[in-house]
């Protein structure tokens, strides 16, 4: 298998990287009243985004958070059919319809916080439709690549020209998205499965240790043992798979490479990408070992139950915003997360506004 086939053009991703930028609004944000760096990791916040959005250097205008936008892939994975989930594959279309009808956790986080919120069928195993009524303000979007990737155990999840049209759609739905900040979320049994394979091969994770526990239905001992065997089986047949290109179409999903192209495109337009839980955070390494430069605009919002996505942050050397022992997906924990973006821009603003009064 190739490494990049030749119809995949990446976008242009810029590094960020400015340390006078950072020493700039350290300065800004210390007061004589308080210790040096007082405002801890919101210092690093704030040095973040404004290197993000002000690559020439700090502008009055501060950190705009202007019409933020909530993505949420959706996909089935065949390698449920080895059992390795608690969950059936019919609950992945379960949630999704509960979320078009609104009544989603992550429709009142996105109506409270001002989020344009949209789901994408990157390739679920049914046909979806936005329900009758007014539902949640929910828009959807078609960009199926299939019914479902095929199960890995018996051979690679997708080919490589579906690897590449799933990236590619992910990079077109955020090439048409307004805004300056990009929240990403997931829905689809069996995904954690491809996590934790993603994590295992890309960072050379043990599979026992990347795998951990699957949540929901009192998943017991034996549960976890059949769950790691089968994901053996799979790591065994596609040893041969190296880069993430190749891990991506032997072990991945649709909804992982879209939003992993959602995850490239966002950083080419200097947006800033607010990452999820360990499916997104899988498909952001993913993105990452395609254009390394990705990782400077990836803001982690949460650490998850999940053994793996704690692995995954240590080795994407990302500190999340909170941990508060969340087993939901879908861009909940992203969402929860967004005060604090919105406290950095209002800190920012208000040593900005201080120094132009005091000119």
Known sequence: MATRPLDLELPVVQPTGRPALDAQVAALLAS???????????????????RIQHPEGLEVAGISLERPQMLVFAADHGIVDEGVSAFSQETSGQRVEELL?????????????????????AGLARQLELPAGPGGRVALLSRKIGHGTRNMVLGPAMSARQAVAALQA??????HLPGRVLALGDIGVGSKACASLLLSRLCGVPLADASGQ?????????????RLKKLQLAAVRHRKAVSPLEVLAAMGGFEIAMQAGAVLQAASERRIVLIDGFVAGAAALVARGLKPEVG??????????????????IHMQ????LDMELRIGQGVGALLAWPMLQSAQAL?????????GSR
């Open 214 to 226: 699957e949540q929901g239905g009192g998943t017991d001992s034996l549960r976890r043992q059949h």
């Open 318 to 321: 990302a500190q999340p915003l």
């Open 101 to 121: 009808a609104g009544e989603a956790p992550v429709n009142a986080l996105a109506r409270v916080h001002g989020f344009d919120l949209t789901v994408v069928d």
């Open 348 to 356: 920012l603003a208000r040593r900005l506004a201080a120094g132009q």
């Open 296 to 313: 400077d605009y990836l803001v982690f919002g949460h650490r998850s139950t999940e053994p793996g996505h704690r692995l995954l942050l």
């Open 32 to 50: 004589p009243c308080h210790p040096d760096h007082a405002l801890g990791r919101m210092e690093t916040l704030v040095q973040q985004l404004v």
């Open 170 to 175: 992910g990079m077109d739905v955020v090439r």
